[in-house]
């Protein structure tokens, strides 16, 4: 003992390292054996002073410092990033594009309705016809959206789903559509009442959803404020996509 010198920077006193040098009993040479003893490891301390009582206690040591070092190693596996909203623009351009498609999923029903309810001035059957659209686009939102996607979120590259990354749910998808009604019900309740021209509704409509867009930005995660409220997410697709498949694999 007189004779060792402690190493210069060594954090672990010079007694845990003689086991290495010296092993005692046939239960040491087990262990070594085992590969719970290393001449380079030095983190044993000495049989001497341990006696072969605390032998069993080392060799819990030993165990729980080699569950850790497992432990770390498996916590700097590599997982998958966290599913981030795609950029205000590209959803956006989808939301004019849904418009879009709109446009031909409720034009045809509404033709046939003027059909059948001989409608001559569009004054008539108005509220049943306000009635058939709110329905069909319920149903195509709700549809679609349990689905993930709908054609513009598609080529957009978005997808839809719940605050847990999971597929949204009918009821769920439900709530986010009377939600979404909030990119135009403010405006249309407070210019209702009032004759104006065209031109400065139009206008006050363009700047409240420019607004709603924009507050999203406040936001953390980016998401839009009806989003947050229904418990969904837009996500990048092709990011989803590959989350997936790292889990996958």
């Known amino acids: 003992?007189?004779?060792?010198?402690?190493?210069?920077?060594?954090?672990?006193?010079?007694?845990?390292?003689?086991i290495i040098a010296r092993p005692a009993g046939p239960a040491m040479r087990l262990a070594s054996r085992c590969g719970f003893l290393s001449r380079s490891s030095g983190l044993l301390p000495s049989a001497a002073l341990i006696?072969?009582?605390?032998?069993?206690?080392?060799?819990?040591?030993?165990?729980?410092?080699?569950?850790?070092?497992?432990?770390?190693?498996?916590?700097?596996?590599?997982?998958?990033?966290?599913?981030?909203?795609?950029?205000?623009?590209?959803?956006?351009?989808?939301?004019?594009?849904e418009g879009v498609v709109l446009f031909g999923v409720i034009m045809?029903?509404?033709?046939?309705?003027?059909?059948?309810?001989?409608?001559?001035?569009?004054?008539?059957?108005?509220?049943?016809l306000q009635l058939l659209v709110f329905v069909l686009l319920a149903l195509y939102f709700i549809y679609?959206?349990?689905?993930?996607?709908?054609?513009?979120?598609?080529?957009?590259r978005i997808r839809i789903v719940d605050s847990a990354g999971n597929a949204v749910a009918w009821p769920r998808a439900t709530l986010r559509f009377l939600l979404g009604w909030l990119w135009f019900l403010p405006p249309l309740a407070v210019l209702g009442p009032l004759d104006l021209h065209p031109v400065p509704v139009t206008l006050i409509m363009l700047g409240w959803?420019?607004?709603?867009?924009?507050?999203?930005?406040?936001?953390?995660?980016?998401q839009f404020l009806h989003d947050a409220w229904a418990g969904t997410r837009l996500v990048d697709a092709t990011e989803s996509s590959a989350s997936a498949g790292a889990i996958q694999s």
Request: net charge positive; glycine share 8%.
């Open 1 to 18: 003992m007189g004779s060792l010198r402690q190493p210069r920077g060594d954090p672990f006193p010079l007694l845990c390292r003689e």
């Open 209 to 222: 959803i420019a607004l709603w867009a924009l507050l999203s930005l406040l936001r953390r995660d980016r």
């Open 144 to 156: 679609f959206w349990c689905k993930g996607q709908t054609v513009p979120m598609k080529t957009w």
């Open 108 to 128: 045809l029903p509404s033709l046939i309705f003027g059909v059948i309810t001989n409608t001559r001035n569009a004054l008539n059957h108005r509220h049943e």
């Open 51 to 97: 006696g072969n009582a605390g032998l069993v206690g080392t060799l819990a040591s030993i165990a729980s410092i080699h569950l850790g070092a497992m432990s770390a190693g498996a916590l700097s596996v590599p997982v998958p990033t966290a599913l981030h909203a795609p950029p205000l623009i590209r959803r956006m351009a989808c939301w004019l594009y």
